[in-house]
């Protein structure tokens, strides 16, 4: 990570591998340590030393020169259920580099709210494609919400090796558990209650037994293969292109009708840990 200043009027070197940066004195003031630093110790006329590793102190100087921005998020449809907003690629830190942030944060006494919880906004948008480490991380340094909002996107406990999920603590894993087995439950239990012709609404005289059977046959089959992750009411969407629902209106119509139903429902289940009654 290369760090660049326009308007330097201070110097600090890494010691470690004995590499010099032009930096703005101010810009050290972001840093709580550096404040109290130059207020014990008076104001160093050129240069301040630190004992780290050149990589470090650049990323250290872009947070306090340049604070990171949240990720740029754009909405998804109304369809997708998780996540609910895509985040940019290109205006996330990539989560290699995390650990050393919040670290240097840490220890040189960053804002919370310009640097640390900018920074969690990252690490959260790391989440869809990284679930497992982005919640062990954030476990970690006790950033709950992160890791809250994480736990939608993790896999059935399951499918993971052992190597993958021992950092996590026992008690999180166990909420993590209860949740996927709540969401599973609860959208069972409403794809298998919800019918394509409720007590008779919107009943096609012509196909009303073929439809109702191609619902039943596919809510069935699907029944048994719900896991936390699975989108019920996508999978069932199929039908509308299925004959004879395709070719008839009444049935399409009410195909759609049922499905928005279903999605509405399972939207109401709980999608993370701090959702679940205690």
Request: glycine letters at 2%; one cysteine or more; charged letters at 25%.
């Amino acid at each position: 990570m290369s760090f660049q200043c326009s308007n330097a009027d201070f110097y600090v070197r890494s010691v470690q591998d004995n590499e010099i940066f032009m930096v703005r004195r101010q810009a050290l003031y972001n840093s709580e340590v550096f404040r109290d630093m130059f207020t014990c110790c008076g104001e160093f006329e050129e240069i301040l030393e630190l004992h780290e590793s050149a990589d470090n102190l650049s990323a250290l100087l872009n947070l306090l020169h340049h604070p990171p921005q949240p990720p740029t998020q754009l909405k998804r449809d109304n369809f997708n259920l998780i996540p609910k907003v895509w985040n940019d690629p290109k205006t996330v830190i990539p989560l290699p580099l995390l650990p050393s942030l919040f670290e240097l944060a840490d220890k040189y006494a960053l804002p919370s709210d310009s640097v640390t919880e900018v920074l969690g906004e990252h690490l959260l948008a790391n989440a869809p494609e990284e679930p497992v480490a982005v919640y062990v991380f954030a476990l970690s340094q006790g950033l709950h919400r992160v890791a809250s909002k994480t736990s939608q996107f993790l896999q059935p406990m399951a499918n993971y090796r052992l190597e993958e999920v021992k950092m996590i603590p026992v008690e999180a894993y166990h909420r993590v558990v209860q949740l996927q087995d709540t969401r599973v439950k609860a959208m069972r239990k409403h794809l298998l209650s919800e019918e394509i012709f409720p007590h008779g609404y919107g009943y096609c005289p012509s196909h009303s037994r073929e439809t109702t059977q191609l619902w039943h046959s596919k809510r069935m089959s699907l029944a048994v293969k719900v896991e936390t992750l699975t989108d019920v009411a996508g999978e069932m969407e199929i039908i509308a292109y299925q004959e004879p629902v395709q070719s008839c209106a009444v049935c399409r119509k009410a195909c759609v009708a049922a499905v928005e139903m279903l999605r509405y429902k399972c939207r109401k289940i709980p999608r993370t840990v701090d959702k679940l009654s205690s």
